[in-house]
């Protein structure tokens, strides 16, 4: 059996700079390394699947034994690109949404949004990402992760209705003034005595530092075209956990728990990163 922590990362491509270096750098072999969906991620470290996952953070509240690793985050300071409302009523009329579920961060972020815009919480249906079926379903669509890459955010029509798109990283930052994080490295604390944020953040600069390699074999993994993964991946990720983005993460799990999606929330814990353990 190997003795190397086992580390689940997302698979999606805005996770690609994070664990370029973990795949083909040199931190390459220094974990057992699988991809998955982030709500998998999540049940794995639950389970006791894995060690080390990137996890949506509203796991941070919903299993309490996990720390953040410090230094590395999937988060957003502006329009996201890959979260998108396709409704086909006035956000404020809005009463159902068909979601795609494999983000619950997202999924959660969405729904407090508009309970502070609107003062609704509309009914999440899940669903599998295809839009033309989930508007058949309900009044709006939740499109995550590389699916939206593949929407025109300009579209203003789908199958015969007439369509807005709405950018839900935009929409939280307009609302809060403060980025809003989405996934983090996180581990129970056995694994925190063992391991630190410096090989994740290594990865996470190996990949930064080699984006044009990356835009070239993720556009053509994914069939997409190289300059929207080039601006997808320097102008709307960010990278990093900072004070900022720590801020960020405290205002959505407090929103969260306020609505009951998820328990109320300890102080954050970091590995590696004390001043923002507060």
């Not at 998820?262 to 590696?272: I, K, M, Q, S």
Request: aromatic share 6%; charged share 25%; hydrophobic share 45%.
């Amino acid at each position: 059996m190997s003795s190397r922590l086992r580390v689940r990362a997302v698979s999606y491509l805005n996770t690609s700079p994070l664990i370029w270096g973990l795949e083909h750098g040199p931190q390459r072999g220094l974990f057992d390394l699988r991809g998955s969906l982030p709500s998998a991620c999540a049940d794995a470290l639950r389970q006791g699947e894995a060690d080390i996952g990137l996890v949506p953070v509203i796991e941070l509240a919903r299993q309490p034994d996990l720390l953040a690793l410090g230094g590395c985050s999937i988060a957003c300071d502006g329009p996201v690109r890959s979260i998108l409302l396709v409704s086909a009523k006035p956000l404020e009329q809005v009463r159902t949404i068909a979601a795609d579920t494999g983000s619950r961060t997202s999924v959660a972020m969405t729904q407090v949004l508009f309970e502070q815009r609107y003062g609704a919480m509309p009914v999440m249906r899940p669903q599998k990402p295809d839009l033309a079926a989930m508007l058949d379903d309900a009044d709006a669509a939740l499109i995550i992760g590389d699916p939206a890459l593949r929407i025109d955010p300009a579209m203003s029509e789908c199958a015969g209705r007439a369509v807005d798109v709405h950018d839900m990283g935009r929409m939280w930052v307009e609302t809060t003034g403060l980025p809003m994080v989405f996934a983090v490295w996180a581990v129970k604390q056995a694994v925190a005595d063992r391991v630190g944020q410096e090989p994740f953040v290594a990865s996470k600069n190996y990949g930064l530092a080699r984006l044009d390699e990356i835009v070239e074999a993720e556009s053509k993994r994914l069939d997409l075209p190289p300059k929207l993964v080039d601006v997808y991946l320097r102008e709307h990720i960010r990278y990093d956990l900072g004070e900022l983005e720590a801020q960020g993460l405290r205002r959505f799990l407090e929103a969260a728990a306020k609505l009951g999606l998820c328990p109320a929330h300890n102080p954050l814990r970091f590995v590696d990163l004390p001043a923002l353990a507060g």
